[in-house]
Structure formats: structure tokens, C-alpha cells
């Protein structure tokens, strides 16, 4: 009878202990009672009734990552290429992820591969590679809420490749190419554009620097010309206004200036006689007498005291008459 006792009571002592148990941290543990869901159980030391309660479901609530393989999907321009992605979740909700779903990673899985075939198939080509972000985000929010009543939270979705098929590719490059040859030719033909256009507008302004320096060079020398010519024809004036002067107060400057005249008159005739080229000149003595009889009468008309009259004829400023030349009278110097 006392072994029976013992025996019992290692019995109830086994089963007791078989009771105990411990949760890990980030761990959760779901207790069915007969069958039925009962309680969870957070970390720590933990005891269940033996033979009536058991843990059905024993999980972590740590984030877990889902590696999705490549999968063939088709753009909404009928191109062809695979793509995989990484899928980052965990359990909120213990219950709900034991209860709602049986195998909660076939079905993330495959929630995931069927909404990357969608948002990709919302795509052309060329938009797949420059709208990556928006796809991610696009993703996480519709597997957020898709698998939110199986008591999960999916925290970041990734595309990880996205590989069309190598005809594509080949037709890609060389789509590439000619875009670069294209662009190449556009600049080149703008350079040569801008450097036709600034080259002309070089030369045109080029061309009105010219004319105007053209411009005020000759309105430069035109007034030169006419300081010059006034310099001189005021240089002029006070020269036959002094002469004026000195013939009224000296009646011998008369006969220094009739020398000085003809001496002049046949100076002039002598220079050019003395170059290179050969001509023939025409002489008229009578020249020199109606220069100084110009000149005679100058100063005078400008002599108050003396009148042209019968009885005072005109002189000849005391040099002797000249007789005619003869008609055909020629010099060849």
C-alpha cells in the first residue's frame, strides 16, 4: 500500500512539473483549454493545468523577413521581366495570427507576389526603374491592410531586382544608344548655331565699331580742315592788314612789295618747272602787271585821301610799262 502511495505521489509530482513552463522574451504562447482557446501567456514563468490545458501555439513577436523569389510579371506595355522583393512583418496579434490564417508565411507570401503582378502590371517599362519608391510604398500599404486581420504588421516592403529579359535589354541599349546619338547630334547642332550666331554678331559690331571710328575720323578731319582753313584765313587777314598798315605809313614799301610779288609770281613758275614730269606752261607777263594793279587798287580803295578820277589815272606802282606779249608767246621749261 505505501509503494502505491509513492508511486502516486510521483505521479502527481511528474505531472505537477509537467505544468511548468517558460516564455522567452518577445515570445507568446496561446493556452487551449480542452480544446477550446483559453489564455495567452506572456514571458516569464508560466503554468498550465496538466491534461486539461495545452499550448497550442508558440511564437516570437519579433520582426521576421520574408524572402520573396523572382516571379514573372508583365508591364502594362506587354513587356516581360522578373522581379523579387523582401517583405519585413510580425505578429501583433497572437491570437488572430493562430486562428484567422493556418499557414500565416505561404499566405504573406503569396499576398505579396500576387500585389507586385498588380502595381507592375499598373506600369509601362521605363516607369518600373524610376517609380521603385512609389511601388514600395504603394505595396506596404495595401499588404498592411490585406493582412491586418490576420493579426500582422507588415513594416517595410522592398523590390529587390527587377530584370527584363535579355531581348529587352538588347532593345533597351540600343534604344539608349540612339537617344545618346540623338542628343549629340541636337547640341551639336545648337553649338554650331550659337557659335554662327555670335561669329555675326561679332562681325556686325565689328562693322559698326568701323563706321562709327570711320565716322568720327572723318568729322575729325573735316574740323581740322576748317581750324586749319579759319587758322589760316585769320593768319591772312592780319598779314594783308598789316602790310595795309605799313604801305599807308611808308610810300617805299609799295616798291618792296611790287618785288616781292613778281619776285613770288616767278618762284611759283620756277618750282614748277624744276619737276620730274615735263608740260607746257603759258605765260603771260602781263600777269605780274594785273596782279600788283589789283593789289594797288586794294590799298588804293582803302586810302581815304586818294580818288579815282580823269586827272589822277592809275599808276602802275612805279614800275615800267609792259608791252604786249605776242599771241602764239610760249615757254617750255
Excluded at 509513492?6 to 483549454?33: D, H, K, M, P
Excluded at 571710328?213 to 592780319?238: F, P, Y
Excluded at 602790310?243 to 616781292?260: C, H, I, K, M, S
Amino acid at each position: 500500500m505505501g509503494q502505491i502511495l509513492i508511486l502516486f505521489a510521483l505521479l502527481a509530482g511528474g505531472t505537477a512539473l509537467s505544468g511548468i513552463r517558460i516564455i522567452r522574451t518577445q515570445n507568446e504562447a496561446l493556452v487551449e483549454f480542452l480544446g477550446n482557446y483559453d489564455r495567452k501567456l506572456k514571458p516569464g514563468l508560466r503554468f498550465v493545468k496538466p491534461l486539461v490545458e495545452t499550448i497550442a501555439y508558440h511564437e516570437t513577436t519579433r520582426e521576421r523577413v520574408i524572402d520573396i523569389p523572382p516571379q514573372r510579371c508583365v508591364t502594362r506595355d506587354n513587356v516581360s521581366l522578373e522581379a523579387d522583393a523582401v517583405v519585413y512583418w510580425r505578429i501583433v496579434d497572437m491570437e488572430k495570427a493562430y486562428y484567422r490564417v493556418e499557414d500565416l508565411n505561404r499566405a504573406i507570401e503569396n499576398l505579396v507576389l500576387t500585389q507586385i503582378r498588380s502595381e507592375i502590371g499598373k506600369l509601362e517599362l521605363d516607369q518600373t526603374f524610376t517609380a521603385r519608391t512609389e511601388i514600395n510604398e504603394i505595396l506596404l500599404r495595401e499588404l498592411d491592410i490585406s493582412t491586418d486581420p490576420w493579426g500582422v504588421k507588415v513594416t517595410r516592403v522592398e523590390l529587390r531586382d527587377i530584370n527584363p529579359s535579355k531581348a529587352v535589354l538588347d532593345s533597351m541599349e540600343l534604344q539608349m544608344a540612339a537617344e545618346r546619338k540623338k542628343r549629340a547630334a541636337i547640341l551639336t547642332s545648337e553649338g554650331d548655331r550659337e557659335a554662327a550666331i555670335n561669329s555675326a554678331k561679332g562681325r556686325a559690331e565689328s562693322e559698326v565699331l568701323n563706321a562709327e571710328a570711320s565716322k568720327k575720323a572723318v568729322i575729325l578731319a573735316a574740323e581740322a580742315e576748317r581750324e586749319e582753313q579759319i587758322l589760316t584765313a585769320k593768319a591772312t587777314a592780319e598779314a594783308i592788314q598789316i602790310v595795309t598798315e605799313q604801305l599807308r605809313g611808308d610810300p617805299n614799301a609799295r616798291e618792296a612789295l611790287q618785288f616781292l610779288l613778281a619776285q613770288s609770281y616767278l618762284e611759283t613758275g620756277r618750282a614748277i618747272g624744276s619737276s620730274d614730269s615735263s608740260k607746257v606752261m603759258f605765260m603771260d607777263p602781263r600777269g605780274i602787271v594785273s596782279t600788283l594793279e589789283g593789289v594797288r587798287a586794294v590799298l588804293g580803295d582803302s586810302d581815304p585821301g586818294r580818288e579815282m578820277t580823269g586827272d589822277n589815272p592809275p599808276s602802275n606802282l612805279g614800275c615800267p610799262p609792259v608791252p604786249p606779249a605776242p599771241p602764239d608767246f610760249r615757254s617750255r621749261i
